[in-house]
């Protein structure tokens, strides 16, 4: 046999892309197999392509019909409620797209009944839509217990009662034993619980009751004003009332009355004729 070279393949042959190994004559020796192998990948892309689009149609069906709810989740950012009553704050929320839960109330010193105290999550909080927002409200101010401060110099019985978170309406003097300017009692009295808002009357002495009280009636409010200064005492409250038997201008009561006590510098209130005010 002789050793004949093999023979190399035309690169212009129909042959020459498939060819790997091949005999004397330059053909291969399976001509088809190239063509069997891309035929079978084409295949298999195909049925990959099928399984793939046929789970991605499973998903958007079930995702926009059997269980319609939305692909993505948008986020948004919780407003700010505090402070605000109840029913505007739930109102602001659920326009937001967001669920509302009420919290147990809670007394607050400065917030009135039915404004909300606390809030979670927090203002501006980014949070999906349909998400839950905890609201806590205010059950109104707390009761406050009205000190005892019987005794006590009047001025610091005051501060005392201020300082305490009462509402000061005044303060009130009857004549008593105890030195002038002494804290006696307070109206309503030591130990009742009353809400910031409810007015307190603080009463303090206004010295020993030792100076008679004159009789005023009948007199000009000038008159009076003369003849309560000589005795140590001055005119309180004035106050008018219609009359058919004195004349307009004159006083027609006082309290107290003449012949009683007062204190040194106490005060005496008149009625006196004339259109009420």
Do not use: C
């Amino acid at each position: 046999m002789s050793d004949a070279p093999t023979p190399t393949p035309d690169p212009g042959s129909h042959w020459g892309g498939i060819h790997r190994s091949g005999g004397t004559t330059g053909l291969p020796k399976n001509p088809f197999s190239g063509i069997t192998r891309t035929v079978t990948g084409r295949r298999l892309l195909i049925q990959v392509s099928i399984i793939v689009g046929a789970a991605i149609t499973g998903y958007l069906l079930a995702a926009f019909w059997i269980f319609p709810a939305p692909l993505f989740s948008e986020a948004v950012a919780v407003p700010r409620v505090l402070e605000l009553d109840v029913r505007e704050a739930e109102s602001r929320l659920v326009a937001a797209g967001l669920r509302v839960k009420r919290e147990a109330e809670m007394p607050h010193p400065r917030l009135a009944l039915g404004a909300v105290v606390w809030q979670d999550p927090a203002p501006y909080t980014e949070l999906e839509t349909g998400g839950q927002v905890l609201l806590m409200v205010s059950s109104g101010p707390p009761e406050l217990a009205i000190p005892d401060i019987e005794g006590m110099e009047g001025t610091l019985a005051l501060k005392v009662l201020v300082a305490a978170g009462l509402n000061m309406k005044g303060v009130d003097s009857v004549a008593n034993a105890a030195p002038k300017g002494t804290a006696l009692a307070t109206r309503p009295v030591a130990g009742v619980t009353r809400s910031p808002r409810d007015p307190i009357t603080l009463v303090v002495s206004s010295g020993p009751a030792n100076t008679a009280i004159p009789n005023v009636s009948g007199l000009t409010v000038p008159e009076a004003r003369e003849r309560l200064f000589a005795a140590g005492l001055s005119i309180g409250r004035i106050t008018f009332e219609r009359s058919d038997g004195m004349a307009e201008g004159r006083i027609l009561r006082q309290r107290p009355a003449a012949g009683g006590l007062s204190a040194k510098d106490g005060r005496v209130d008149i009625i006196v004729v004339g259109e009420p005010e």
